[in-house]
């Protein structure tokens, strides 16, 4: 018997899903970039969507069936590139937006790849290994002739990590006949990943942020910082705020969340993690919740869990001064009017946690050249490019007098666009 899955995310409101956000920051850009509604309409559109029907034999022998999905929404710039999205919520809308959003994040790091997203819907923390490789393999052997290393390069992303890359990677290279690394990023090093790309994301964001204070003067390590989300990206970038002297003083996961004004013992609270899975219950904080979270007396708010969070609802209650998005389209456009009225600086996405996507580029590119660099290369080749890439977003918002979200969208849609006049349209 086939069981379909249904969602279990409440639906946002229609005009604040991730595709109607990402469409109206898409609109902003190109108003300001004076292009005409031809182009506007093909920067809106996504090149190529594809649904596939993911089939699963249980380990009890019953099947279910998700829906899975590829978009590349652009590859005027390169192959196709983003993550690989498991999470029940997952549905064509949400794909869209966020293989929208590579595109502009590849462009404004100035990589040479468009962007895409995969997902399926299906909710990992449901199924065994065996059962996540299984839906894995067949989704892969499913897009087989739309993905590769020149034409779309999947990550890990929400729900995903190194395993399932290697999955994907072992998938696609048993079906070409020999091994292709670099048809996927975020693999584990065993078979070709990079060092320092576990830990990418959260690095780039604490280099962001450390760029957006200095231009206030303020040092990392005279800052408070909330972070949402205890994951792969929230976690480590806890951990690396830390080292550099910020004081992490409270995070949280779906579960719930934890403070201590005087700065977490992330050490105790990432073994208690591992003991329990969450971050509640432990006993060296106390309980916060995930809205009172956002809204705490702390000088750097960052994101790091899911979309759609900071709305006309929470955005009000926001006393952080700067917000540095961790997770792709935490802002609803309702939410991003509210923080920018009162005088709340927002690292947008696009840019703050582009750090993955860079060492992704260098993943590829070391497998591309079976020559792989040193940890410290890699951290050097970030950390310049996440600075480089601030100073140009920064700049034209000081010269255009916008803010650095409609800075950064202007610089990623202007860089896709460039390179679709340059090569012309066809025929
Ligand atoms: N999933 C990550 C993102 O949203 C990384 C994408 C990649 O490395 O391709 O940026």
């Given at each position: 018997m086939l069981v379909t899955t249904t969602s279990t995310r409440t639906a946002p409101a229609a005009d604040a899903t991730p595709l109607a956000t990402a469409r109206t920051q898409l609109a902003t850009a190109?108003?300001?970039?004076?292009?005409?509604?031809?182009?506007?309409?093909m920067l809106a559109?996504?090149?190529?969507?594809?649904?596939?029907?993911?089939?699963?034999?249980?380990?009890?022998?019953t099947t279910v069936l998700f829906h899975g999905f590829r978009v590349?929404?652009?590859?005027s710039r390169g192959p196709g590139k983003g993550g690989l999205r498991y999470?029940?919520?997952?549905?064509?809308s949400e794909v869209r937006a966020l293989a929208m959003w590579m595109t502009w994040k590849c462009g404004i790091v100035d990589l040479p790849f468009g962007g895409a997203k995969g997902g399926i819907d299906i909710d990992p923390r449901s199924f065994s290994a065996d059962e996540l490789e299984r839906v894995t393999r067949r989704y892969t052997s499913e897009l087989m002739s739309n993905i590769g290393p020149d034409t779309d390069i999947m990550a890990p992303?929400?729900?995903?990590?190194?395993?399932?890359?290697?999955?994907?990677?072992?998938?696609?290279?048993?079906?070409?006949?020999?091994t292709i690394p670099a048809v996927v990023t975020g693999k584990p090093l065993a078979v070709g990943g990079s060092l320092g790309r576990g830990t990418a994301t959260s690095a780039g964001i604490v280099h962001v942020t450390a760029a957006a204070l200095?231009?206030?003067?303020?040092?990392?390590?005279?800052?408070?910082?909330?972070?949402?989300?205890?994951?792969?990206?929230?976690?480590h970038a806890a951990r690396i705020f830390a080292e550099r002297g910020a004081r992490v003083v409270a995070v949280s996961d779906q579960y719930g969340g934890v403070r201590d004004d005087a700065g977490l013992d992330l050490e105790r609270l990432t073994a208690h993690v591992e003991a329990t899975g969450s971050v509640v219950g432990f006993d060296g904080a106390d309980p916060v919740g995930n809205e009172e979270l956002l809204a705490l007396d702390v000088d750097v708010l960052v994101p790091a869990a899911v979309e759609g969070v900071l709305t006309e609802v929470t955005a009000p209650t926001v006393r952080a001064r700067w917000v540095v998005e961790g997770a792709n389209g935490p802002t609803t456009t309702a939410g991003d009017r509210i923080l920018a009225a009162n005088g709340v600086t927002v690292v947008p996405d696009v840019l703050a946690n582009a750090g993955g996507v860079v060492v992704s580029y260098f993943e590829w590119v070391q497998a591309n050249q079976t020559y792989w660099w040193s940890e410290?290369?890699?951290?050097?080749?970030?950390?310049?490019?996440?600075?480089?890439?601030?100073?140009?977003?920064?700049?034209?918002?000081?010269?255009?007098?916008?803010?650095?979200?409609?800075a950064a969208l202007v610089i990623g849609v202007r860089r896709t666009a460039e390179a679709h006049e340059i090569r012309g349209l066809y025929p």
């Open positions: 190109v108003e300001h970039l004076g292009y005409d509604d031809g182009l506007h309409q559109t996504p090149r190529r969507e594809i649904h596939v029907a993911v089939p699963l034999r249980r380990d009890d022998g590349q929404h652009n590859v999470h029940p919520s997952v549905d064509i992303d929400m729900g995903t990590d190194d395993r399932t890359m290697a999955w994907v990677m072992d998938t696609y290279s048993v079906n070409r006949g020999y200095k231009e206030a003067e303020i040092p990392l390590n005279a800052v408070s910082v909330a972070i949402q989300g205890f994951g792969k990206v929230g976690g410290q290369e890699i951290a050097e080749k970030l950390a310049r490019r996440m600075a480089s890439a601030y100073a140009d977003v920064s700049a034209l918002a000081r010269r255009d007098g916008i803010s650095l979200r409609d």
